[in-house]
């Protein structure tokens, strides 16, 4: 059961949670703070971490294990930033 980001989506949301058995008041609070979450600029790191470091790691020219630590310690630092 994903749940969709945005205000748009708070009712989908809420009609998802009741669905698979969660209680009215429960689920409005759920959808509502899932909304917050999704709309907050300092939880996209959060979502979509991993495709950023692989992103990073591709676009990395290392040639050796310490040079790869490296990369893997600038792309970390970099998508938590963003």
């Known amino acids: ?3 969709r980001c945005g205000k748009k989506n ?3 949301n809420i009609r998802e949670l009741i669905h698979s058995g969660r209680k009215r008041k ?3 609070a759920i959808a509502l703070s899932h909304s917050r979450r ?3 600029p300092h939880n996209k ?3 979509g971490m991993k495709q950023c470091i ?3 790691m591709v676009r990395a020219k290392f040639d050796n294990s310490k040079t790869a630590r490296g990369a893997l310690s ?3 630092k ?3 930033k963003s």
């Open 74 to 76: 600038r792309a970390l």
């Open 26 to 28: 429960q689920a409005i």
């Open 38 to 40: 999704c709309g907050n």
């Open 45 to 47: 790191s959060v979502r």
């Open 78 to 80: 970099k998508c938590r």
């Open 54 to 56: 692989i992103k990073a």
């Open 1 to 3: 059961m994903p749940l």
């Open 10 to 12: 708070v009712g989908w």
